[in-house]
């Protein structure tokens, strides 16, 4: 009986041991397939991209088999490719992406690229080509895609094109130029701005009669500007006056078509101002200046079209618009400044856009520019006056701060300018020297403006806020803390004089020619 179990339990060990082995052979056969598959696999040989061109041939054979065969470009090869028979012919478009392998036979298409080079659109021609340009402007005549068949595409469009530059594969989106040109409505109107009534007068009477009084300027045959130019020496207020038009521009209530009444249709017409950094536009590619130009005023043709006045604003206008052939290491400007006088008064009327222009260097603007029928008003922002700078400093120094008891603001104002144009010894900054050799003494009067008279009121402001935190207490804004403040900026004003260069820094200024300058000891 022994025997027989132990012959029974053997042969359930030898079967459990022979469905192991072939479970671990079945494992064996699954993984040494999968290895085969993979093998497969890593041996196939690379597809090739390439772009469609065209369908070169096609036809069907009695069996239904299709035969074609395909003009494909891959990289700088133009290549004749036969289509493999599972690839309907019919549906190949020009400009998509396709595989070839490694016979040279098209067995895929897929989407067309969207990434590549980016070129500029100089020229649609009548049968559809495109002549487009590089960052250089080399030309290159290209032709349109599948996708770009019946595109409308205008000069200047930006596309996406092949790797070998032969066909248009994309349209890209109208250029962004928010960072170029800012549509902005500003929040500084001409009450905020002091002492240059004048000035405002004049640029008011410039920019908002040609508009508000559309009528009368017909009646009177009189056309309004196409420019002004607001020039200089700096912090003086030329850009807080263009931002305060651009705000009087939104208000609205404009004679747009010439009645010489504002109908309340008229009275939601809003003014739009572009605002232009002069530097941003140079670029060093040749022709790239020029173009940026072209898109500005195409801007504000466009906005013009709509019926709304429109205010070019350039800032830092002499960086763009210099003298030709005043360059030193090249002579951008020998394009750039026909490009834009082709713009104010080329064959394109500027209807409902005016342009204006701030510089601190009138001299070193092209003298075509400054021309009348182009800039026709020049408005000189000078330093102020000492009437003037108390009106300026009357905005910054109010009857609502912490003042000392029994004075007011205004007379705070007034013993502050007082003490900023003196003429005695401590108001002394150097002495200069003219071309004809005179020397005469400039004081801290000849230099103000009104960025450094909001500056000083500043300064003592900082100073009640650092007493007031070290005391716990409201300090009052008093006359010897605006003293103090003013015997800062004369101090830091003094010391600068002795880096400067005379020249630059007199021409800068709107001064006479300066040969030397000796510093107070």
């Known amino acids: 009986m022994s025997d027989t179990e132990d012959l029974a339990a053997l042969n359930d060990r030898l079967m459990a041991k022979n469905h192991a082995l072939a479970e671990a052979l079945s494992r064996a056969g699954k993984e040494l397939t999968k290895a085969k598959s ?3 696999q890593l041996a ?3 597809l090739t991209f390439a772009t469609m061109v065209k369908v070169d041939s096609t036809r069907t054979d009695e069996d239904g088999i299709q035969h074609a065969s395909a003009e494909v470009i891959s990289g700088t090869r133009r290549m004749v490719v036969p289509v493999a028979s599972n690839v309907n012919a019919a549906r190949l478009t020009a400009g998509a992406t396709v595989m070839l392998n490694e016979k040279l036979v098209l067995v895929e298409q897929r989407d067309a690229d969207t990434v590549g080079q980016i070129r500029s659109v100089k020229q649609v021609l009548d049968d559809g080509r495109l002549i487009v340009t590089d960052a250089s402007g080399n030309p290159v005549l290209i032709r349109r ?3 770009l068949a019946y595109a409308g595409i205008n000069q200047g469009d930006r596309i996406i094109v092949d790797p070998s530059v032969r066909l248009a594969i994309e349209a890209l989106p109208a250029e962004g130029d928010k960072d170029l040109v800012l549509e902005e409505t500003p929040d500084v109107t001409f009450a905020d701005i002091g002492g240059l009534d004048s000035e405002i007068g004049r640029i ?10 559309r009528a009368l300027f017909e009646r009177y045959d009189l056309k309004p500007p196409k420019g002004v130019l607001l020039y200089g020496p700096p912090g003086n207020g030329k850009t807080m006056i263009a931002k305060a038009v651009a705000n009087a521009l939104c208000e609205g209530g404009y004679d747009t078509n010439g009645d ?19 530097p941003e536009l140079l670029n060093k590619y040749v022709g790239e200046s020029e173009r940026l130009i072209r898109l500005i005023f195409q801007r504000a043709r466009e906005r013009a079209a709509d019926g709304n006045p429109v205010v070019v604003f350039i800032d830092e206008m002499d960086s763009l618009l210099r003298t030709r052939g ?14 834009f006088l082709s713009e104010l008064d080329g064959v394109e009327s500027l209807d409902n856009v005016m342009v204006i222009g701030a510089s601190n260097r009138v001299d070193m603007i092209d003298p075509a520019v400054l021309r009348p029928g182009r800039l026709d008003v020049k408005i000189r922002v000078g330093r102020p006056k000492t009437n003037q700078a108390i009106a300026i400093v009357d905005h910054y120094l109010t009857d609502d701060l912490p003042l000392e008891d029994g004075v007011d603001a205004h007379a705070l104002s007034a013993v502050l300018v007082h003490d900023i144009y003196g ?25 103000v403006s009104g960025a450094m008279l909001k500056n000083i009121v500043d300064r003592a402001k900082t100073r009640a806020v650092k007493e007031s935190i070290e005391t716990g207490l409201d300090v009052a804004l008093t006359v010897p803390l605006l003293a103090a403040a003013v015997e800062d900026e004369y101090r830091e004003t003094r010391d600068s004089m002795a880096d400067v260069d005379p020249e630059q820094w007199s021409r800068i200024n709107g001064m006479d020619p300066i ?7």
Do not use: M, Y
């Open 38 to 40: 993979q093998l497969a």
């Open 44 to 46: 196939q040989p690379p």
């Open 145 to 147: 895609s599948g996708a």
């Open 204 to 213: 008011r009477d410039a920019v908002q009669l040609p508009f508000q009084h």
């Open 260 to 278: 010489g009444s504002i109908s309340p249709a008229e009275t939601r017409v809003k003014g739009v101002f572009l605002s232009v950094k002069g």
């Open 326 to 339: 005043s360059g030193v290491s090249s002579d951008v400007e020998t394009t750039i400044v026909p490009q």
């Open 423 to 447: 003429t005695s010894e401590r108001r002394h900054l150097c002495d200069v020297q003219e071309e004809n050799g005179q020397w005469h003494a400039l004081f801290l009067a000849d230099v």
């Open 515 to 521: 040969r030397r300058i000796r510093t107070a000891e």
